[in-house]
């Protein structure tokens, strides 16, 4: 692991690849990124969660919240073009991609500017 800077230097955003999630079981994903926003970071994910994933995540969020010490998240996803990554025989059924970028922080720290199908703002603080 790289060293990491004392906190009062800034927001550390941490970009999480599709591959190391693909490996964890969906407690595991929770735990990781809960434990990364609970440090004050931006927890960035390449292919997101799956929609039972993300109401889990907010489930065990909701469990956490304490008035002193983490006041939960804020997530915001957006799904990647679908039409270059899905097969003819997946669009004609209906399937649709998992792969979608999600956004996630304490929810002191983030808000969301604007939101679309290509774009996500937000204003990130130190708190």
Not at 1 to 25: C, F, H, N, W, Y
Not at 31 to 54: A, H, K, Q
Not at 57 to 70: K, R
Request: no cysteine; charged share 30%.
């Amino acid at each position: 692991m790289a060293e990491v800077k004392d906190p009062g230097d800034g927001v550390q955003i941490d970009l999480i690849s599709g591959e190391r999630m693909d490996g964890l079981t969906s407690m595991e994903k929770i735990r990781t990124i809960l434990d990364g926003v609970r440090d004050g970071n931006i927890v960035i994910l390449e292919e997101g969660l799956s929609p039972d994933e993300e109401s889990r995540l907010i489930e065990v969020t909701m469990t956490e919240i304490s008035p002193d010490e983490f006041n939960g998240i804020e997530i915001e996803t957006y799904p990647k073009s679908e039409a270059a990554d899905a097969s003819i025989l997946d669009r004609i059924m209906g399937k649709q991609s998992a792969k979608k970028l999600t956004v996630i922080g304490p929810a002191n720290q983030i808000e969301t500017l604007h939101k679309d199908e290509t774009l996500i703002s937000a204003l990130v603080s130190r708190k």
